[in-house]
């Protein structure tokens, strides 16, 4: 099946400094991609959606000066947690889709796991 | 809200023993109900998917039912392997939302040999 990536699989910082989390689909293009938050013991927490070309629609609460995503190709969207606190620490899973996201036609990467100090 | 509701974890089995996760959902329109799977060290897959009332979805020897008169999209397998070992997420989308995918809390199962 489909193959997307996630780079870095895990990374560790100190507050205050900015983290970019690379989200890659390898052998389809994607139109558009989109990025989850997942605490421990919880479910995915759809942060945005991400459009090739366009801006990123934020989820409700989701805070867009503090998670900067671009979708500049469609193979690549980057997100960017800003002056990262240790409250942001959590894994974000972002997945890419071929077409709606409706038809089931989702790929996932295989998750980041930030840790802030 | 819209939301999925799936049973809590860490749920232990015997190889070949009968696995079933409950999962539940509310929402406003008609949706599309998931499961996916992810194992250690990869990224969520699908695993099966039911479009509408009364539809089954199976695969690998998995299969759920869409019961929209309980709101339900339960999980069987007849008889589980040690490789089936990994959370299992239920999730639906909605048509009008073909964009918002919404995750139950993911159930961790392990199969001793």
């Known amino acids: 099946g489909a193959v997307v990536s996630q780079h870095p699989s895990w990374v560790i910082c100190k507050s205050g400094t900015s983290v970019k989390i690379e989200c890659r689909s390898l052998?389809?293009?994607?139109?558009?991609m989109f990025w989850y938050r997942q605490f421990p013991k919880q479910s995915l927490m759809l942060m945005a959606t991400?459009?090739?070309?366009?801006?990123?629609?934020?989820e409700q609460g989701v805070e867009k000066d503090k998670f900067l995503i671009n979708h500049a190709s469609l193979t690549l969207s980057t997100l960017t947690v800003t002056s990262a606190h240790p409250e942001d620490s959590s894994f974000y899973i972002c997945s890419a889709s071929r077409g709606g996201a409706n038809t089931g036609e989702l790929f996932f990467g295989e998750g980041s796991r930030l840790t802030v100090l | 809200g819209d939301s999925v509701t799936q049973m809590e974890g860490p749920v232990t089995l015997s190889e070949e023993a009968f696995l079933t996760i409950n999962c539940t959902y509310t929402?406003?329109?008609?949706?599309?109900l998931f499961w996916y799977v992810q194992y250690p060290g990869e990224g969520l897959q699908l695993l099966l998917k039911a479009t509408k009332a009364d539809d089954k979805g199976s695969n690998k020897g998995f299969e759920a039912t869409y019961r929209k008169e309980t709101t339900s999209f339960h999980l069987e397998k007849g008889s589980v392997q040690v490789s089936d070992s990994a959370v299992y997420f239920c999730a639906l989308t909605l048509y009008s939302s073909a964009s918002k995918i919404i995750f139950g809390s993911g159930t961790r199962l392990s199969i001793r040999p």
């Open positions: 052998d389809f293009q994607a139109t558009t």
């Open positions: 991400s459009n090739e070309g366009s801006k990123a629609t934020y």
């Open positions: 929402a406003t329109g008609y949706p599309s």
